[in-house]
């Protein structure tokens, strides 16, 4: 009796919760995204900030999102080279990675899979699901997902067995962004190597 009823405290109280981090390089459209996302899924009603007035990310922004079954914890790390070195310490912490590409700026895209490649290499990071997203695909002349993968299949051995997608976004309209989500969720639920922590729901 008492195992069926922590059963249903769990199932009507209990959420399991995900932290996610978002990463790629600066002016890649990563706070946008993290803002967009917090108006889709926010746990509490959120007004949000005009994305216009969106700065840069020196440091961390954080949004908790409540995504029905589970909660998403999303960490928007600054790109700028200075601080990517302090990316690997949110790496044993996280379940999953988005990494974002600005798939308007071709003339940075071997940087970025630069920076990709140094990022699957991290030992903290193996097994952890991995989704790509070619973002800001609103503007004109962008590059597109086979594009991209052109770049980054260079690396795709060291991927190894996690799970890891590419997926065409554009974080100012929100397109794409509904099946990306879901995607990360299902794979960080799945992902045995990395259990979730659980929260009552408040």
Known sequence: MFTLFKGLWQYLFQKDEYFILIIGLDNAGKSTLLEHIKRKYAIREYQGIPFEKIAPTIGMNVGRIDMKTDILVLWDLGGQTELQSLWSKYFTDCHGVIYVVDSSDSARLQESYECFESLISHKELTNVPLLVLANKQDKP???????IKQTFNQC???LGKRDCTLHEVSALSGNGLDESMQWILECVKRNIYRPPKTKEIT
């Open 141 to 147: 002349n962008t590059l597109n997902a086979e594009n």
């Open 156 to 158: 795709a051995t060291n």
